[in-house]
């Protein structure tokens, strides 16, 4: 669903493009995106949002409205105000597909264009890919955790409002969720959409038996029963079992049938429901479980024998409670200047070591095992620089530089993961659909060495900088850049 954001920026933006508009309007820069520490202590991140910055970018656009918004801050000349009416992205984006596994500092996103042009897309570029990106990490590591079994986004009543809702259910699709209870967010992108019933659906009848008896002559085929409202085990277990023995009588088949159980220990919960829908003849009866579910909790009822099937969760996931922000960032990294053929590097230094950026036009390649196609280590190296897999490749960590490593030639492969956007203001890239992209992350995930997908104390994957580029940045470095 296409939106004009044009206005969805930060102040400062606009202040800045004005400045520039009277001193450096021909100049040309490169920004790059990227983030710094993986969410939630794992080793990789999702990345997420390319769809909806191809849509922001193809919609940039100042209404009339706009511009007399803007005019009435008594903030803009009209010479200025003039520019922005007329105002359309003439650059260039190369970003990393929607659904790869990514690693802190490489490039996700760079922009190349008029300076004035990329200075106005940062704020919205990162409130789209950092929301996404994060929701799609953190579905990645609970889907991990529940091992195979099916994991249901239920968050939306819980999300920070409509648009974390849909775009979030969006994400966490993408990193593996099989469907959302998101009704918007699945016309919007053709996703499955799942449900059951609430409790005030049980509360509404005279009896329980009698709320299960009508839930599952109107649902034949999606007949699962939430059993807790008064007594899992005693009452809404026995309950439930007593309607799918009423419907075999009737000679209903239930398609997919079972419990849901929503709140006390649900380890303990689910293998007495197990044992009683077995003995029961029910053993294709489903338990589905949700209740404040995260990854670790996942992780550990799984660990002590719960018979649950599917999980729902919700607000851990759609908020990603335990790391609520991404930290995505956009730098410059060079400069044309008017009159230049070539950019010039820019680097950003900091007394912080990891704050410091690394410069000039890269690109990144991903570097495979050839036997076992597992990720070897990611190389972030200049645009213009080639490589040959059938020779040998030296790696260095370029923090501590005495760790390094030569791979044979013939031994591995590479891949560039930044590709082409929009160029010259043009879109030539079409975005999948939104399951074909969940198909591909699954895809990628499986590239990672399983001591890197641990939840605990994973095993980081190693990205490093080509010479030429480890060369330039200390060169900058140590020319100390002028103040």
Known sequence: MSRNLTLLTDFYELTMMQGYFKSKAKEHVIFDVFYRVNPSGGSYAITAGLEQVID????????????????????????????????????????????????????????????????????????????????ATKASRVVYAAGGDAVMEFGLRRAQGPDAGIYGARAAVIGGCVGTSNVLCG?????????????????????????????ATYYPNNCI????????????????IKVFKKKQEEGVKLEKFGIRLDSGDLAYLSKQARQMLDEAGFPDAIITASSDLDENLIYSLKTQGATIDSWGVGTN????????????????????????????????VSENPAKVTNPGNKTVYRIYNKNTGKIKADLICLSDEVYDESKDLKLFDPEATWKHTTLPGGSYTMKELLVPIFIKG???????????????CQQELNTLWDESRRLMYPQEV????????????HQLLNNKIPL
């Not at 030539?428 to 969940?438: A, C, G, H, L, N």
């Open 56 to 135: 922001y970018i193809k919609n940039l656009s100042f209404s009339y409205d706009d511009i007399d918004y803007l005019r009435n801050l008594n903030m803009f000349d009209e010479d200025f105000l003039d520019y922005l009416a007329s105002y359309h992205f003439s650059g260039d984006i190369y970003a990393i597909p929607e659904g790869s596994v990514v690693f802190p500092k490489e490039p996700l996103v760079k922009v190349i264009a008029p300076i004035m042009e990329a200075q106005l897309v940062e704020t919205a570029i990162l409130n789209i890919i950092n929301h996404q990106s994060l929701i």
């Open 187 to 215: 016309q919007q992108f053709d996703i499955p959409v799942l449900g059951t019933h609430a409790h005030s659906w049980i509360m509404s009848f005279e009896t329980e038996y009698d709320a299960f008896y009508r839930y």
């Open 225 to 240: 029963l939430l059993v807790d409202t008064y007594d899992t085990l005693k009452s809404g277990v026995p309950n439930a």
């Open 317 to 348: 996931l759609i908020t990603s409670a335990d790391c609520p922000a991404f930290g995505g960032v956009y730098k410059l990294a060079g400069i044309r200047y008017e009159g230049d053929e070539e950019f010039t590097p820019k680097i950003k």
């Open 426 to 440: 043009q879109c030539v890239y079409q975005s999948p659909k939104v399951m074909d992209i969940r198909s591909y």
């Open 462 to 473: 190693y990205v490093d900088l080509s010479k030429p580029l480890f060369d330039l940045k």
